[in-house]
C-alpha cells in the first residue's frame, strides 16, 4: 500500500499564493512520477503538473508562469508553488504518484492522495 498525504489547502484572495506538499509513504520501491490534479465543482478532475523522476516537469496551458512543481526525491515529496492565483484555481487539489512497490512490479501503481481544497476568493 502506499498512501499518500497532502497539505496546505487554504481560503486565499486573488493574487495570493500558496504552497501545497505531499508526502508519500509505505511500500515504496520506486517513484515513477509525481504530480497534481485538481477538480472544479461540477467539472472532471485535470492535470495541473506532473514531474517524472529525472524528468522534465509538464503543465496545464492555464497554470504556466503561475505554478511550478518541486520534487525532494530523497523525502518522497512533492510540492506545487501557486502564485497570481485566480478564482478559477478554486478547487480540490489531489496528489498523484505513479509508483512500483516492489522490484517484480510489471505494472505501476497509481496512488492517490485525499485532496486538499483551494479556494480563491475574488
Known amino acids: 500500500q502506499v498512501l499518500l498525504v497532502e497539505s496546505g489547502g487554504d481560503l486565499v484572495p486573488a493574487g495570493g499564493s500558496l504552497r501545497l506538499s505531499c508526502a508519500a509513504s509505505?511500500?515504496?520501491?520506486?517513484?515513477?512520477?509525481m504530480g497534481w490534479y485538481r477538480q472544479a465543482p461540477g467539472k472532471q478532475r485535470e492535470l495541473v503538473a506532473i514531474m517524472p523522476t529525472g524528468g522534465t516537469a509538464k503543465y496545464a496551458d492555464a497554470v504556466k508562469g503561475r505554478f511550478t512543481i518541486s520534487r525532494d526525491n530523497a523525502k518522497n515529496t512533492v510540492y506545487l508553488q501557486m502564485n497570481s492565483l485566480k478564482p478559477e484555481d478554486t478547487g480540490v487539489y489531489y496528489c498523484y504518484a505513479s509508483v512500483h512497490t516492489s522490484m517484480y512490479d510489471l505494472k505501476s501503481l497509481n496512488a492517490w492522495g485525499q485532496g486538499t481544497l483551494v479556494t480563491v476568493s475574488s
Open positions: 509505505g511500500s515504496i520501491f520506486r517513484i515513477n512520477a
